[in-house]
Structures are given as C-alpha cells and as structure tokens.
C-alpha cells in the first residue's frame, strides 16, 4: 500500500505561484501513474494533472493546461505541480493519487490518495 503526504500548499495572490510536492512511501514509485486532483468548496472533486510511468506523459485539464506543470522525480519518490498565474478559480482542496495503470487521467483508476492540501488564491 503507497502512502502519500502533499506539501506546499498556503494563501497567494493572483497572479501569484506555488508549487505542491506529494512524497510517496510504501511502494514501488517508478511503477505507480501519479495524478492532482482538486476539490473546491460546494463542488465535486475533478482531475487536474497526471504522469504516468515510465515515460512520463502527461495529461492536464482544460483549465490549467498552460499555467500548470506536473513532474516527478523517481529518485526522490515524488511528484511536483508548479501552478503558475493562479486564478481565484484555482482555490480548492488538492490532492495527490496514485494508480497502477499506466495511461490515465480518471479518477476512478485512482486507488490511493493523500490527505490533500489547501491552496488559497486571494483576488
């Protein structure tokens, strides 16, 4: 079972940047697809950004493509979402998953999830 802890969430300005971090532990993180997802109050949770194993491609949603970047880093067993030019919009709960196939970006092929981390965007 993978255990994920998110970091680096807090309150920016518009306009403004963060970048989240998302360690993993308890398995095999080379072999593991990562995703982002969000929640913000009164709405469901939605996907933001996935890379997958092995090659690293990359999958985002229509609303942060362009602003928002995920990476990994398999030495370090973590993942990254820099998120520039942060909108009010952006302002949600986000969390970091884990799945074990291989190209995706849905949820439901997501089995394990951090405890997520609170972004705040200031208009």
């Known amino acids: 079972q993978v255990h994920l802890v998110e970091s680096g969430g807090g309150l920016v300005q518009a306009g403004g940047s963060l970048r989240l971090s998302c360690a993993a532990s308890?398995?095999?993180?080379?072999?593991?697809?990562m995703g982002w997802f969000r929640q913000a109050p009164r709405k469901e949770r939605e996907f933001v950004a996935a890379?997958?194993?092995?090659?690293?491609?990359?999958y985002y949603s229509d609303s942060v493509k362009g602003r928002f970047t995920i990476s990994r880093d398999n030495t370090k067993n973590t993942v990254y979402l820099q998120m520039n030019s942060l909108k009010p919009e952006d302002t949600a709960v986000y969390y970091c998953?884990?799945?074990?196939?291989?190209?995706?970006?849905?949820?439901?092929?997501?089995?394990?999830w951090g405890q997520g981390t609170q972004v705040s965007v200031d208009s």
């Open positions: 998953a884990a799945s074990s196939t291989r190209w995706t970006n849905l949820e439901i092929d997501f089995h394990e």
């Open positions: 890379i997958s194993w092995g090659t690293s491609v990359t």
């Open positions: 308890g398995g095999t993180f080379s072999s593991l697809t």
